[in-house]
């Protein structure tokens, strides 16, 4: 209130600072002026639909999102509320860059908290100068880092007040089934929140992305755009089996009891890897796709560790998703069911399901 924020501005505040790991007065003003700055910048859907100088483009994705976010609410029983009802163009590739940090010798993100809404893996900015800045300075600590470009965040429906989250131009042109699995993911958030588990909360608006997507592609895209999306999922689905089997074995060196020397030999080794294996898939399989060389090229524990966090418990999730008939509103139960539990005996649910 110091600051001259009304309820709505403080709501978002602390509602950015849930999902970007708040820390500080000096965060939660950037915080704050940040999202206000993009919320400002937005106007309905229906405005831009009815503007004759909106380029047709655009006109055309914002009525594509239009159906999705319908079918989100009446196929995927997602939240019915303002956001996705908007849009803005923020003039910048990126909604947010998020800082994210692992020791030399650990998979485990340096986690940052906030009195109330709990702790995250991960530290957001609005500007990359903000991000870059975090990232020096825990360098300089001897921490492993990557900043990393976010097109969305999520303000888990706490800003529907102020129109709730926006459609940004950083993501509106994606590809048809990568724009819904977006959706549909941000929207997961506003339907279960674990405070202090990013695997969680990540993992399970994975697996909401997934099953949506495909739900959606099935019942409303062209055969061009579902080959598009399999092709895209497709080498997703490779990438994330072949990062996953490094953190596997990393975390197993990590917890071993070898010295500092031989786990630094052995991790340059498997890092090594996982880069060669990475080159044959795209000269074998891809046919030269090189989506994610600028991930591989900065590899390191922190963007493996973060990877985990979205991807580590999302066949559980999945698995629990077919347990409940397919049906979202008892998905939905169950989760919400398993949020309520301590975190040791959540996990351990999880992991035996």
């Given at each position: ?18 999902v970007t790991g708040c820390g500080g ?207 895209l999922d497709s080498r997703r689905r ?116």
């Open positions: 209130m110091a600051m001259g924020l009304g309820l709505g501005a403080l709501t978002a505040a602390l509602a950015v600072c849930l007065l000096g965060y939660v003003a950037q915080s704050t002026s940040g999202h206000l700055g993009l919320a400002s910048s937005a106007k309905p859907v229906r405005k831009w639909l009815e503007d004759e100088h909106t380029p047709q483009p655009l006109r055309e994705r914002l009525e594509l999102s239009q159906r999705m976010r319908d079918f989100a609410v009446n196929e995927l029983r997602l939240p019915d509320n303002r956001s996705y009802r908007s849009y803005a163009d923020l003039k910048r590739p990126y909604a947010v860059w998020n800082v994210v940090a692992a020791p030399e010798l650990s998979l485990q993100l340096r986690t940052w908290c906030f009195p109330v809404f709990g702790c995250a893996g991960y530290r957001g900015y609005f500007t990359i100068d903000e991000a870059d800045a975090l990232g020096d300075q825990l360098r300089a600590e001897g921490m492993e880092v990557s900043v990393y470009g976010v097109p969305a965040y999520s303000t888990l429906g706490w800003t529907d007040m102020l129109g709730g989250d926006p459609l940004l131009n950083t993501f509106i042109f994606n590809p048809e089934g990568e724009l819904a699995r977006l959706i549909f993911h941000e929207l997961a958030h506003q339907v279960v929140y674990v405070k202090d588990d990013t695997q969680f909360n990540e993992s399970f608006a994975t697996a909401v992305e997934r099953i949506g997507a495909a739900r959606w592609l099935a019942m409303h895209a062209s055969a061009a755009a579902r080959a598009q999306y399999e092709q490779a990438f994330k089996q072949l990062t996953r089997h490094t953190r596997e074995q990393l975390d197993a060196l990590y917890r071993s009891d070898a010295a500092v020397a031989v786990k630094r030999e052995r991790m340059a080794a498997l890092m090594a890897q996982m880069r060669a294996d990475y080159e044959r898939l795209k000269t074998e399989q891809w046919g030269g796709y090189a989506g994610y060389d600028a991930w591989f090229a900065h590899a390191n524990n922190a963007t493996l560790g973060v990877q985990g966090a979205y991807d580590d418990l999302v066949p559980q999730f999945e698995r629990l998703y077919e347990r409940e008939g397919r049906d979202f509103a008892r998905f939905y139960a169950a989760v919400k069911r398993l949020a309520a539990l301590p975190k040791p005996e959540r996990d351990a649910t999880l992991r035996t399901m």
